[in-house]
T-cell receptor, first 116, second 111 residues
């Protein structure tokens, strides 16, 4: 079974631009979560989608948004990029997520975004 | 607000040694605790998941324990190998797939 894939793997943008990152979950997985990883703040939860609905959201400004399609693929968008948005963006998928606590999340390789 | 701390931040051991990584969290209302490994520039690989009702999980040379009441978990690695060199992250799930991560322990196993 193919793992979680993320595109593009690397991206360079300038301040003020916007960017869209894509994540394809493992086949059959319906929950997709997004995380930002920086040297200073570590790994932080952005949001989680299940069945095209945002179910949970972290503490990030409204410039960060996402969506999920009917095939469970997900995109995240960052508008008006700032230097501090430079990070590794990771997505993770699981079967259904939820609060049962039994499911492992499977992570993709990440998209490394550099904002100049 | 949930906070997850990992000690030590970095660890260097000779090959063959047994070692323990520590993780502590401030809010015991968790659904599970997971240990991940991250190789430089790569994504995360899940190692072990301990549900909140469980005390420990084992996989090969790895054993993780959970004491929810005291907010602590340990990851024990037996007979370490150079291939174990990576950053180890613990994370607690507090909502629908909402993981709070620690800052990680960077492990180097010296041949």
């Amino acid at each position: 079974k193919a793992g979680v894939t993320q595109t593009p793997r690397y991206l360079i943008k300038t301040r003020g631009q916007q960017v869209t990152l894509s994540c394809s979950p493992i086949s059959g997985h319906r929950s997709v979560s997004w995380y930002q990883q920086t040297p200073g703040q570590g790994l932080q939860f952005l949001f989680e989608y299940f069945s095209e609905t945002q179910r949970n959201k972290g503490n990030f400004p409204g410039r960060f948004s996402g969506r999920q399609f009917s095939n469970s693929r997900s995109e995240m968008n960052v508008s008006t990029l700032e230097l501090g948005d430079s990070a590794l963006y990771l997505c993770a998928s699981s079967l259904a997520g939820g609060t049962g606590g039994r499911e492992t999340q499977y992570f993709g390789p990440g998209t490394r975004l550099l904002v100049l | 607000k949930q906070e997850v701390t990992q000690i030590p931040a970095a660890l260097s051991v000779p090959e063959g040694e047994n070692l323990v990584l520590n993780c502590s969290f401030t809010d015991s209302a968790i659904y599970n605790l997971q240990w991940f490994r991250q190789d430089p520039g790569k994504g995360l690989t899940s190692l072990l998941l301990i549900q909140s009702s469980q005390r420990e999980q084992t996989s090969g040379r790895l054993n993780a324990s959970l004491d929810k009441s005291s907010g602590r978990s340990t990851l024990y690695i037996a007979a370490s190998q150079p291939g174990d060199s990576a950053t180890y992250l613990c994370a607690v799930q507090t909502g629908a797939n909402n993981l709070f991560f620690g800052t990680g322990t960077r492990l180097t196993v010296i041949p």
